[in-house]
């Protein structure tokens, strides 16, 4: 659904966006994650015929993003940072004028309208002023916008900043609810739990080039190495009797457990919990070692502060 080789963008001598290569398939959801100024927005710009390159090229939903630019527009759902809502308008007058902006025809912009003002629980709020809503029902509001024309492209910058936790999770599950096999989501955020959470893969941008790409379970193997699993015991008992599976290593022992990392947890746990039964060992717990976005992130920041990424 997205596809850039290459896309770059400068600006004179300076380089906002350096070489970045994408592909993302109906039904995924990226997430772009990066510091303020590493080169989200421009990328975002760039996909929506609003930058043009200085090098490389993307298409989105089949479309050139330098030839074909209003078909690449017709072809995306956008949500700035600043959404910036009329406030005078009802819900539904507002939805109804990005309908016209669109080109739907006037029957089927009273349908979408009213579809959207439903699906997102705000139809009895569509015809109160839309600077009466709270920030939850703005954004709200404002990803219906996006909705408007069907868009089988969602690009999303930072769609729950400033927002209490109450209205960023009712953005958050209408996101989750946006995803479709036929529509791909790319999420700018600085919200790496939100990231975590939502995103089937995860890109990270770091002064204008992509220093990672992948699922987050493949970068937390690149950058964070094997899985960890902490077992505790009820009170001090030796298991130094226990016979490791292949690809398991003891990295600590306490007098309550022991810490180990292993390779393929799903052949190895079962057999490790089976001889802890034989053992009689009092089985507390096995849980696996948090290895978060955050975690991952830090580390790839890092590594590129130092040229080693």
């Not at 927002?163 to 600085?190: F, G, K, N």
């Not at 220093?211 to 009820?234: C, H, I, N, Q």
């Not at 976005?293 to 502060?305: F, H, N, R, S, T």
């Amino acid at each position: 659904m997205i596809h850039c080789e290459d896309l770059s963008k400068h600006f004179d001598s300076f380089k906002a966006v350096d070489s970045v290569s994408l592909d993302i398939q109906p039904g995924e959801i990226l997430a772009l994650l990066g510091q303020n100024g590493a080169g989200k927005t421009t990328t975002v710009r760039m996909l929506t015929s609003v930058l043009k390159p200085t090098r490389g090229w993307a298409t989105v939903a089949g479309y050139d993003t330098v030839r074909n630019p209003t078909e690449v527009r017709s072809s995306v759902g956008v949500l700035t940072e600043m959404h910036g809502l009329y406030g005078r308008m009802t819900g539904y007058e507002y939805l109804h004028f990005f309908g016209e902006v669109y080109q739907l025809d006037k029957s089927r912009r009273e349908k979408r309208a009213k579809e959207l003002l439903e699906y997102f629980g705000l139809a009895q709020a569509g015809y109160r002023r839309s600077g009466e809503y709270s920030k939850g029902m703005r954004q709200k509001l404002a990803l219906a916008r996006a909705l408007i024309h069907e868009p089988p492209v969602l690009l999303l910058d930072e769609p729950t900043s400033a927002m209490d936790p109450e209205s960023a999770q009712l953005v958050r599950t209408e996101i989750a609810r946006l995803r479709s096999s036929q529509r791909a989501i790319v999420i700018c955020t600085h919200n790496l739990a939100e990231a975590e959470m939502l995103a089937d893969k995860i890109a990270i941008i770091y002064h204008g080039r992509i220093l990672l790409t992948g699922t987050l379970e493949d970068m937390r193997l690149r950058m964070l190495g094997p899985a960890e699993y902490d077992v505790k015991l009820a009170g001090s008992y030796s298991v130094t009797e226990l016979e490791l599976p292949a690809g398991v290593n003891i990295l600590s022992i306490r007098e309550d457990g022991f810490r180990f990392r292993v390779e393929n947890p799903v052949v190895a746990n079962p057999l490790i919990l089976e001889q802890l039964f034989k053992l009689q060992l009092p089985l507390v717990s096995v849980q696996e070692v948090p290895r978060t976005l955050e975690m991952l992130y830090l580390k790839a920041m890092a590594q590129a502060a130092e040229g080693q990424l």
